[in-house]
């Protein structure tokens, strides 16, 4: 045994789905550098609520746990190692999911930054979906994110012809 054997590997979690997708926000949420409360607000959103019954804020002791094991991971990993892992193990609809909750995520704050706009396309590229494919539910998550059609009366999405519709790709 070496003398740093000890500091290798404080983790032995194999690499799940549901540890990529927890990772995947992780990554989404570092990418611009920091980490703003509106982010940690739909990481927690998303992964579940406090333990019922107990008045804790965060997430429930199982959900810390895959928490505390996606932050391990993404200390150790970078994301060309982090794709290459976990791809492969995704159904299409857990890459879907994952994507929808990214740019959800990436929007948290107001606008995505260009870090974060550079890691999806990263993950559109090792999921193999197409901007084309994916322009649908952006479109989707761009609008349930974008409050001022409420405060905003001259918005163009409320001129009353405008109507709210799906472009699929052909």
Known sequence: M????????DSGD??????????SLIYMMSADGEIDHEE????LSVLGGSDQGNGSIGVGAQNQALLDSAVKYRRKNSIDTFLQ???????DAQ????????IDSSLADGQPEPEEQ??????????GVSEARFRPFFEI??????????????HPKNDPS???????PS
């Open 85 to 91: 892992e976990a791809a492969p193990l995704l159904s």
């Open 118 to 127: 550079a890691l999806f396309g990263k993950f559109l590229q090792a999921f």
């Open 162 to 168: 405008y109507q709210v519709k799906l472009s699929l």
């Open 2 to 9: 070496g003398l740093f054997d000890m500091f290798k590997s």
């Open 14 to 23: 194999k690499m799940t789905p549901h540890l990529a997708f927890a990772t």
């Open 40 to 43: 940690i607000g739909h990481l």
């Open 141 to 154: 998550i761009v609008l349930k994110n974008d409050r001022t059609v409420f405060t905003n009366q001259s």
């Open 95 to 102: 890459k879907m999911c994952m994507l929808v909750n990214l």
